[in-house]
């Protein structure tokens, strides 16, 4: 029996718990992609399952991140979270350095760094490229602006950068990534 055949009997909706709509979108049309596509090319299939997993990998941590609140040992309380969140959203644009989060959470540079691992599950550097990954996929898909102009608003060097760090988080280029979301397959998938 092919995949597509399996997929067809057992064609319940792909549900993701704890992970944004546009991303849980995202990775089910990668998935759906890839059923379909996996007796003509098997390569394609595998990697676009390995495209949606690195999309999954951030909400793994987000998982550990609450269940470790349950019991914080070491980590931030809810308002410093809240805080750094908010400083981080509002300061993409922009170069953010750890002394400055430090300062938001009323916290000691080491102490914070250590305290924002314990809650978040990763560096405050990690945390903050994933989220300018985040804002880069939000501006593609919501704007034509050139991928140089989308860099610069993530607070990047330049276009380089962006490819490196969104290459490294999602396993794709930019480019390919934004052609892929914006074609009329991705668009019929997901709807």
């Not at 944004?20 to 049309?29: D, G, I, K």
């Not at 959470?105 to 978040?120: E, R």
């Amino acid at each position: 029996m092919s995949a597509a055949a399996v997929f067809a009997h057992n064609a319940s909706p792909i549900t993701f718990k704890n992970v944004a709509t546009e991303t849980a979108e995202e990775v089910s049309s990668l998935l759906l992609c890839a059923i379909r596509c996996v007796d003509k090319d098997e390569t394609i299939a595998i990697d676009l399952m390995k495209q949606a997993s690195n999309l999954l990998k951030p909400f793994s941590v987000v998982v550990e991140a609450a269940e470790r609140q349950r019991n914080p040992s070491g980590g931030l309380a809810p308002w410093q979270i809240n805080r750094v969140k908010s400083y981080i959203e509002e300061n993409i644009p922009h170069s953010i350095a750890l002394d400055e989060l430090a300062q938001v959470a009323k916290l000691s540079t080491s102490y914070f760094s250590a305290a924002f691992k314990v809650t978040f599950g990763i560096s405050p550097h990690n945390y903050i490229v994933e989220r300018r990954v985040e804002f880069a996929k939000y501006r593609m898909l919501n704007s034509d602006a050139p991928l140089c102009e989308i860099a610069l608003d993530c607070g990047l060097a330049d276009q380089a950068h962006l490819s490196r760090i969104f290459r490294r988080v999602t396993g794709t280029t930019p480019s390919a990534w934004r052609r892929y979301m914006t074609s009329p397959e991705s668009r019929a998938v997901a709807a």
